[in-house]
């Protein structure tokens, strides 16, 4: 018997796994450790969520505050996100921005 934990996406019992096939052939938001973000069609992943993503754009952070992303993007084409770095993935389709319900308007 082993004593070490199982890589994510080893669990028989993982639905995201499943949940995560939908959504093949579609625009995806990736969000990584860091902070960078990307959008782009996930044409491909594995057991530990490394993802392939084609047409991929990534939004470009403002140079004078690094915690603050920018609407401008810059294409980076087809690429491979290591799924130890992969903090989010949300679909695109079917989602919108709010306002924050924490923050005060007197802020």
Not at 49 to 56: A, M, Q, S
Not at 66 to 87: C, H, M, P, Q, Y
Request: charged share 30%; net charge positive.
């Amino acid at each position: 018997m082993s004593v070490l934990p199982k890589a994510r996406g080893q669990n028989k019992d993982n639905k995201f796994m499943t949940d995560i096939k939908k959504f093949m052939n579609q625009k995806i938001r990736v969000k990584f450790d860091g902070g960078r973000e990307v959008v782009g069609n996930l044409i491909g992943h594995d057991a530990i969520f490394n993802l392939v993503l084609d047409k991929t754009q990534e939004y470009i952070r403002d140079p004078n505050d690094s915690f603050v992303i920018t609407e401008k993007t810059r294409n980076i084409g087809l690429i491979v996100a290591r799924g130890t770095s992969v903090a989010l993935i949300t679909p695109v389709d079917g989602t919108q921005e709010i306002s924050n319900p924490f923050i005060s308007e007197k802020d």
